[in-house]
């Protein structure tokens, strides 16, 4: 099964999460990290996800990049987070900018190969009204695409507003 | 305790007066409000921007909100969501945000009824309207 959670800032994503992969899946879980830990906002939320995920058993699979080049254990629960640096690391990482639109979703789809259930946590980050920058305006763009594209072949996709699950697409299967 | 989130301009406080029977004089606007106002008043506004304010005095907004969520828990809270768009460059603005999140998390889980408006339309996503 294939759970895609969306939502803004501090929504409660993350441990939504945790808690749908610990309700209906019991086996080895792994733990897919794609924010690279360098400054003191990224250390402090690495931190914070690290001690949510203490002693449930997960397994950290750090990958900033490429995410399809990852080989994991049949039949095993993953917990991909997030989907928001992954695409900014992939765009943004070498001297040109990259298009990972099809990259990042063909990733997902192979990863979600291998799992029993694949909850992916990615960020909404189109509903602000500002004007950006040509660059972060790819960036928004990417990320709506890539959005859309997993949450069509997800079975589930659930958007957190300050805390409560709201049901777009399936069911919340916890 | 009611909580009415959504985007900016979307009818939230109009639905509040025309809902719950809030008025003008029962409101404690987060533009200018103090904690003691947020303590009594039926309706609070802005409590987004009650939560920058407070970040700028350095005063402890998780614990102001618990507090409202225990001494007022009949008011009507309305906060905009603000947290879906790019990360802010400036830290304080970081800070802001995620604090908005924390408390609109807090705010929303002790709410028995939380509203979403979208272009004047209120949609129930806890409780029963």
Redesign the interface.
């Known amino acids: 099964m294939i759970t895609l959670v969306t939502g803004g800032s501090k929504c409660g994503k993350s441990s939504l999460a945790e808690k749908i992969l610990d309700s209906v899946y019991t086996g080895g879980k792994f733990y897919i990290a794609t924010m690279i830990p360098y400054g003191d906002d990224a250390l402090d939320a690495v931190n914070r996800h690290r001690i949510m995920r203490d002693g449930k058993g997960f397994s950290t699979v750090e990958k900033y990049t490429d995410i399809h080049e990852i080989s994991l254990a049949e039949n095993c629960g993953i917990l991909l987070e997030c989907i928001g640096n992954l695409c900014a690391n992939e765009m943004f990482c070498n001297e040109k900018i990259c298009f990972p639109t099809e990259k990042i979703i063909s990733g997902v789809k192979k990863l979600s190969q291998y799992a029993e259930h694949i909850v992916i946590v990615t960020n909404e980050v189109g509903c602000d009204g500002f004007d950006y920058t040509a660059e972060t305006q790819l960036y928004i763009k990417a990320m709506a695409e890539i959005n859309s594209g997993i949450a069509q072949f997800a079975d589930n996709v659930i958007e957190c507003v300050y805390g409560i699950p709201i049901i777009l697409k399936g069911e919340i299967p916890c | 305790m009611i909580?009415i989130?959504g985007?900016?301009y979307q009818g939230k406080k109009n639905y509040a007066f025309r809902t719950f029977g809030c008025s003008e004089n029962s409101v404690a606007d987060g533009l200018v409000c103090s904690i003691n106002d947020i303590l009594n008043a039926e309706c609070i506004t802005n409590y987004h921007i009650f939560v920058k304010r407070m970040l700028e005095d350095n005063a402890d907004i998780i614990s102001v909100t618990k507090q409202l969520c225990t001494e007022n828990f009949n008011a009507v809270v309305i906060m905009n969501?603000?947290?879906?768009?790019?990360?802010p460059l400036e830290?304080k603005d970081?800070i802001w945000?995620?604090?908005?999140?924390?408390c609109?998390?807090i705010?929303?889980?002790n709410s028995e009824r939380?509203i979403?408006m979208i272009n004047s339309v209120p949609v129930i996503?806890?409780g029963e309207l």
Request: hydrophobic content about 35%.
């Open positions: 909580l989130t985007g900016a969501e603000i947290g879906c768009g790019i990360v830290k970081r945000r995620e604090m908005t999140g924390k609109g998390c705010i929303a889980e939380v979403r996503i806890k």
